[in-house]
Every structure is written in C-alpha cells, then in structure tokens.
T-cell receptor, first 112, second 114 residues
Framework: DGGITQSPKYLFRKEGQNVTLSCEQN?????MYWYRQDPGQGLRLIYYSQIVNDFQKGDIAEGYSVSREKKESFPLTVTSAQKNPTAFYLC???????????FGPGTRLTVL | ELKVEQNPLFLSMQEGKNYTIYCNYS?????LYWYRQDPGKSLESLFVLLSNGAVKQEGRLMASLDTKARLSTLHITAAVHDLSATYFCAVDILPMEYGNKLVFGAGTILRVKS
C-alpha cells in the first residue's frame, strides 16, 4: 500500500527537550512538507522540500529544523527554542508542481 | 501578506438543504485546493482547481474558482449528516515552475443536523 506514515501518533515532551517527528512516504513523491495545526485554526507551513538535500523555510520555521537526506524521509525536529510547540503536526507530500498534497495521519505533540 | 479568508467559519444546516462556503484570497493565484478534515484526523483532498472558471463536482459537493475575483466556492447540495466535517481551502502562492506552497484558510466547521 502506498502512503504517508508519521510516527509517533502521540508525543509528550518535557520543557527544554528536542524531539524528532518522523515522516516517511513510499509514493515516490519529490516534494514533502511539514505543517502545524493549532486548535480551531488552519494549517501553517513550517518547512518544505522539493528535492533531496534541499529544503526551504515556511512561514513559522523558528524553533524547528529538518533534513532531507532521502527522497522517502523528511524528519522534523522540534527544538527547545520553540516556545509553544503543543500542536498537531502534519506531514504532506506531492509529485511536484501544482499537484495535490497528500497528508499523513499526523502527530499530536504535547509539552508537559 | 497573503490572506485566505473563509466564511462562514461555522455552519449548522439541516439535512436536505443547500449552502455555499466562500474562500477569498488576497493575492494572484490560479491554483486552489479544497480539503476535508474529520475531528482528530488528517486532511483528505477534495478538489484541485487549476484555472479560472474551473468547476469540479463530486457527489453533493461542487467547487468553482474565479481567479479574477480571487474567490472560490464550495457548494453543498442536499446536505447529509456524513458531510459534517471541517472544510479548508488553500491557495498556492508560488509560480508553477517554482513548486507548490499552500496558504490555508482557517476552515469552515460544517454540522449537518437531521
């Protein structure tokens, strides 16, 4: 089955910790994206990558970092510099320009 | 700064009725997407509108795009309870040759009452 997987589904972080959210896709898509969703709001773009070994900041990149060493994988690290990280994080991928973005099931991050 | 505004933000409607959700945006774009989200779930793609005048229909939902007015509509015909969800529009703000970068509206929560 082709699709996008995210892990873990739920993640709890203590203050001052860095945590990494996993995103993997087997759709052979070139582009991958990370979004953050806060309750009752739309999605905001954190980072995106259109090809391997290249990525760009989105609208709210501060306190986050990413890597794109493989086409299938686009992990997101939430660093201690992100002051309000509690949110629902969604990863997406698309074939390329003007194509629909397909979303993974999401990771719900809570800071304790 | 690009703004994508949806209205209404909350819509409660009776089964069998028709209604329209509006999505206005503040910059030039000819690519717009509609997504559905069920509570606690991820986003599901509904429609991709790639040119002025584009119209797509799937079941009781129909989406259209007017790039000159910077307006997209999502029309619901004879609503049923299964349509209850949050609906998002998203505008692609990059020129096509540079990729795909979406800005989302805040979402419209739709509740269909029997």
């Amino acid at each position: 089955d082709g699709g996008i997987t995210q892990s873990p589904k739920y993640l709890f972080r203590k203050e001052g910790q860095n945590v990494t959210l996993s995103c993997e896709q087997n759709l052979n898509h070139d582009a991958m994206y990370w979004y953050r969703q806060d309750p009752g709001q739309g999605l905001r773009l954190i980072y995106y990558s259109q090809i391997v070994n290249d990525f760009q900041k989105g609208d709210i990149a501060e306190g986050y970092s990413v890597s794109r060493e493989k086409k299938e994988s686009f992990p997101l690290t939430v660093t201690s510099a992100q002051k309000n990280p509690t949110a629902f994080y969604l990863c997406a991928s698309s074939i390329g320009n003007s194509d629909t973005q397909y979303f993974g099931p999401g990771t719900r991050l809570t800071v304790l | 700064e690009l703004k994508v505004e949806q209205n209404p933000l909350f819509l409660s409607m009776q089964e069998g009725k028709n209604y329209t959700i509006y999505c206005n945006y503040s910059t030039t774009s000819d690519r717009l997407y509609w997504y559905r989200q069920d509570p606690g779930k991820s986003l599901e793609s509904l429609f991709v509108l790639l040119s002025n005048g584009a119209v797509k229909q799937e079941g009781r939902l129909m989406a259209s795009l007017d790039t000159k007015a910077r307006l997209s509509t999502l029309h619901i015909t004879a609503a049923v309870h299964d349509l209850s969800a949050t609906y998002f529009c998203a505008v692609d703000i990059l020129p096509m040759e540079y990729g795909n970068k979406l800005v989302f509206g805040a979402g419209t929560i739709l509740r269909v009452k029997s």
